[in-house]
């Protein structure tokens, strides 16, 4: 099959590799039909260093159930599946908890043995706890925002979750890429009527204020808390979901939120410490919280709104490559020439 590997920063390319096949009784494999590259994904494109590579990459996508191991119930060959980037069994105390990510059966795509998804064909583990088969066929025109559960519409949501945002919470969002705007569009399902979108991209944040942003603050640093502040009367928000990972941009949510409000992180961290000193956190009784999203806990609540088109997370996706340009999907997001992109087999 072909599939997409990194080998070093800048250096992506995609080659033939093995089929995957069946290892355990608990996987399947399955053809993808749809994958896509991630924000996340662009780290390694910045730093990764060659002697650790060749990498294979991917963790989001869609895709048609070709094999079943033995011990997998539940699905069939030729059912279309979304898998979050995180497998899981769906059954131990830590998933029934909602924290799949931290299944002890569980780990990522991409990583420790199994395959990456920006691939004509993937080995699920743990198939039966991991794979939500969808009631449409992959001719659908909502394969893209199907594909958003995957990963990105679910980071979002957990951002918004965490940060237990409700309709009495106003938030500050920072970061327009796709994450952030998937928490725009989470905080307002969860009713939040006051929502600041924090970036300087304006046909991102004009998809913000599609997606529910009331605000947005171009500004960055001391100038854009500035900015936050004086929107709220001086005091910030209740909460703050941040979508980048990026120390500045810690920084900033530290300056916009409001005393005794939350702090929620799903940009994954590109530093090694976060002060969190009596000046920052503990005096104004703020809470960090946030993490790597158990997007399997969210596939089933946020499912139907998807499938009725009362949302459409699909529009993040803002340009289209097959499986043999996706290197060109890498450069066009690393340019800021597009905000996510899609990949076809």
Same mark, same amino acid.
């Given at each position: 099959?072909?599939?997409?590997?990194?080998?070093?920063?800048?250096?992506?390319?995609?080659?033939?590799? @093995?089929?995957?096949?069946?290892? /355990?009784?608990?996987?399947?494999?399955?053809?993808?039909?749809?994958?896509?590259?991630?924000?996340?994904?662009?780290?390694?494109?910045?730093?990764?260093?060659?002697?650790?590579?060749?990498?294979?990459?991917?963790?989001?996508?869609?895709?048609?159930?070709?094999?079943?191991?033995?011990?997998?119930?539940?699905?069939?060959?030729?059912?279309? &599946?979304?898998?979050?980037?995180?497998?899981?069994?769906?059954?131990?105390?830590?998933?029934?908890?909602?924290?799949?990510?931290?299944?002890?059966?569980?780990?990522?795509?991409?990583?420790?043995?199994?395959?990456?998804?920006?691939?004509?064909?993937?080995?699920?583990?743990?198939? /039966?706890?991991?794979?939500?088969?969808? @009631?449409?066929?992959?001719?659908?025109?909502?394969?893209?925002?199907?594909?958003?559960?995957?990963?990105? =519409?679910?980071?979002?949501?957990?951002?918004?979750?965490?940060?237990? &945002?409700?309709?009495?919470?106003?938030?500050?969002?920072?970061?327009?890429?796709?994450?952030?705007?998937?928490? &725009?569009?989470?905080?307002?399902?969860?009713?939040?009527?006051?929502?600041?979108?924090?970036?300087?991209?304006?046909?991102?944040?004009? %998809?913000?204020?599609?997606?529910?942003?009331?605000?947005?603050?171009?500004?960055?640093? /001391?100038? +854009?808390?500035?900015?936050?502040?004086?929107?709220?009367? +001086?005091? +910030?928000?209740?909460?703050?979901?941040?979508?980048?990972?990026?120390?500045?941009?810690?920084?900033?949510?530290?300056?916009? &939120?409001?005393?005794?409000?939350?702090?929620?992180?799903?940009?994954?961290?590109? =530093?090694?410490?976060?002060?969190?000193?009596?000046?920052?956190?503990?005096?104004?009784?703020?809470?960090?919280?946030?993490?790597?999203?158990?997007?399997?806990?969210?596939?089933?609540?946020?499912?139907?709104?998807?499938?009725?088109?009362?949302?459409?997370?699909?529009?993040?996706?803002?340009?289209?490559?097959?499986?043999?340009?996706?290197?060109? +999907?890498?450069?066009?997001?690393?340019?800021?020439?597009?905000?996510?992109? %899609?990949?076809?087999?």
């Amino acid at each position: 099959m072909r599939a997409t590997f990194m080998y070093g920063a800048g250096d992506v390319r995609v080659q033939n590799a @093995p089929d995957p096949a069946i290892q /355990q009784p608990t996987d399947a494999v399955v053809r993808v039909v749809r994958s896509c590259v991630c924000g996340s994904d662009l780290h390694p494109f910045h730093t990764m260093a060659a002697s650790d590579g060749p990498a294979p990459m991917g963790h989001e996508f869609l895709g048609v159930v070709e094999e079943l191991g033995a011990d997998v119930s539940g699905l069939r060959r030729g059912d279309l &599946v979304v898998a979050p980037f995180a497998y899981a069994d769906n059954t131990c105390d830590l998933c029934r908890e909602g924290l799949h990510t931290s299944c002890p059966q569980g780990g990522f795509f991409a990583s420790g043995g199994v395959g990456g998804a920006q691939a004509e064909a993937v080995r699920v583990p743990q198939a /039966q706890g991991t794979l939500v088969k969808l @009631p449409v066929g992959e001719d659908s025109p909502l394969l893209p925002s199907l594909l958003t559960l995957a990963d990105v =519409y679910g980071t979002g949501y957990h951002a918004a979750k965490q940060a237990r &945002v409700n309709p009495r919470t106003t938030v500050t969002v920072v970061g327009d890429g796709a994450v952030g705007l998937m928490s &725009v569009l989470s905080a307002k399902q969860l009713g939040a009527e006051r929502i600041i979108l924090m970036g300087r991209h304006k046909d991102r944040t004009d %998809l913000g204020r599609f997606f529910g942003a009331t605000d947005v603050v171009a500004e960055r640093g /001391q100038e +854009g808390i500035e900015k936050v502040r004086e929107l709220t009367g +001086g005091q +910030g928000t209740h909460t703050v979901l941040e979508a980048v990972g990026h120390m500045p941009a810690y920084d900033m949510a530290v300056g916009v &939120v409001r005393p005794g409000g939350v702090i929620s992180r799903v940009g994954v961290p590109q =530093y090694e410490d976060a002060a969190i000193g009596f000046g920052s956190l503990f005096g104004p009784n703020i809470t960090l919280t946030g993490g790597p999203a158990p997007v399997r806990a969210y596939i089933d609540e946020l499912l139907p709104a998807v499938l009725d088109g009362t949302v459409d997370p699909g529009r993040v996706f803002d340009r289209t490559v097959s499986l043999d340009e996706v290197a060109e +999907g890498y450069g066009a997001m690393d340019r800021r020439e597009a905000l996510k992109v %899609l990949v076809t087999p």
